[in-house]
Structure formats: structure tokens, C-alpha cells
């Protein structure tokens, strides 16, 4: 049997851009996707599980893992640490399952870079006045809070053109169908899948 080489599909955004949303809708139709699990030194929230949201792992243990050179990529968070450990990639291939990463625009540059067919999909909100509506879902936030993600929303959506495709959310379904498309485009290119061809030629 081929090895399977897995397709890796990085969705970045800034919170509020309907990322998680989207990316649960994706592996619920696509058995054969997996999500890369993370490692996070940040505490769980209430609703969170561990090893299905994170790998919630304590600091000691995380610097372990980065000198034993365990992380695909890391980087630092809103003041936590994250990381994508080669274990998650190896598994995927070993399971032939393509994978879905969702990190940040440092993770998905450091994925690019150590996997340069990796696929990266920046995910927009359709505005200003509707990421900060979104920001503010929970209506908990104070003002500083708000104006300190929003910040950090606009930061994030500075890198965009470090990614292969933008994808604005302006309205769930349109979305999802653009991500599906991208997927379904990614799997049939060349690289990927000249199986076909080459066993009809044979
Ligand atoms: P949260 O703490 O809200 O779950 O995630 C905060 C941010 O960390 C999000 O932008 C998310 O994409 C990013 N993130 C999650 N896992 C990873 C990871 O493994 N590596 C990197 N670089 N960022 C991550």
C-alpha cells in the first residue's frame, strides 16, 4: 500500500470570524479529516475536554517536549503557549487522514515552512462593526477587554496575505461552501493525486 501523505489544511482568523464554526461543519461532513489536536499551557475552559479541544499540558512539560524538538511549530498566544506536536502529522499519515490545524498566523507560517503543500485558508469577518459585535457576543466584555481583542483581531488579520486563500464570512452556508470547494479543489491537484494517470498508463 502508498503511504498516505496527508493534506494539511491550516485555518487561521481572528476570534469572531466564525473559524470554529466552520471548521466543525468541515469534519463533520469528511470522515477522512482529522483535527490536529494542539498542546496549550493555558488552563481548560468550562466546557473543554482534554486531548479533544488541547492537550492541556503544564510548562515543565511543554519545554521538554520544545527541546526535544517534539513541535511541528509553537508560539506564543495571548500570554499561553501553543503547539502542533509531529505526532499529530504522524498519526494522520499512519490513519490516512487528511488534517486541519487551527492555529495562528505564527503556526501557519512554520507549518508552511516545514510543509510547503500545506494549504493555508484566512478566514475574514464581512466588517469592522460586525467583528466587534462578534467579539462582544457574550456582552460581558468592558470596554478595555473589547478594545484589547480588537486590537489583537486586527493584528491577527495583518498577516492575511501570508496565506493561500481569504475566505470572508459574510454568511455561514456561502462560507462553508467556499471552504468545501477548497478542499475539493486541493485533494485533485496534480501533486496530489497523479495515481490515477500514472496506473492508467502503466
Ligand atoms: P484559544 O485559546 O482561544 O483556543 O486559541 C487562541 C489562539 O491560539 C487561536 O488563534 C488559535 O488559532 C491559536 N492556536 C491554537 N492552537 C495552536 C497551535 O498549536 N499553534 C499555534 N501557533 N497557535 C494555536
Known amino acids: 500500500m502508498t503511504t498516505h501523505k496527508p493534506l494539511l489544511i491550516i485555518v487561521s482568523s481572528p476570534s469572531g470570524a466564525g473559524k470554529t ?6 469534519l463533520a461532513e469528511f470522515s477522512d479529516i ?8 493555558r488552563v481548560p ?5 482534554d486531548g479533544r479541544d488541547y492537550i492541556f499540558t503544564d510548562k515543565a ?28 502529522i504522524r498519526s494522520a499519515a499512519a490513519q490516512r487522514v487528511d488534517l486541519i490545524f487551527d492555529v495562528d498566523y505564527q503556526g501557519a507560517r512554520q ?14 469577518p464581512p466588517s469592522i ?15 478595555e477587554s473589547l478594545e484589547r481583542r480588537f486590537k489583537a483581531a486586527l493584528g491577527e488579520i495583518a498577516h492575511y496575505d501570508e496565506f493561500d486563500y481569504l475566505l470572508v464570512n459574510d ?32
Open 171 to 202: 454568511n455561514v452556508d456561502h462560507a462553508y461552501d467556499r471552504l468545501r470547494s477548497i478542499l475539493l479543489a486541493e485533494r485533485i491537484r496534480i501533486a496530489r493525486s497523479s495515481d490515477a494517470a500514472r496506473k492508467l498508463l502503466e
Open 111 to 124: 507549518i508552511k515552512s516545514n510543509y510547503p503543500d500545506a494549504v493555508g485558508i484566512f478566514i475574514l
Open 21 to 26: 464554526t466552520l471548521c466543525k461543519r468541515l
Open 45 to 49: 475552559r468550562p466546557n473543554e475536554v
Open 129 to 143: 462593526d460586525e467583528l466587534k459585535l462578534r467579539l462582544n457576543a457574550r456582552g460581558t466584555e468592558t470596554p
Open 61 to 88: 512539560t511543554f519545554d521538554k517536549m520544545v527541546d526535544e524538538e517534539q513541535f511541528v511549530e509553537w508560539a506564543h498566544v495571548h500570554g499561553n503557549r501553543y503547539g502542533t506536536s509531529l505526532g499529530e
Open 34 to 41: 482529522r483535527f490536529s489536536i494542539s498542546h496549550t499551557t
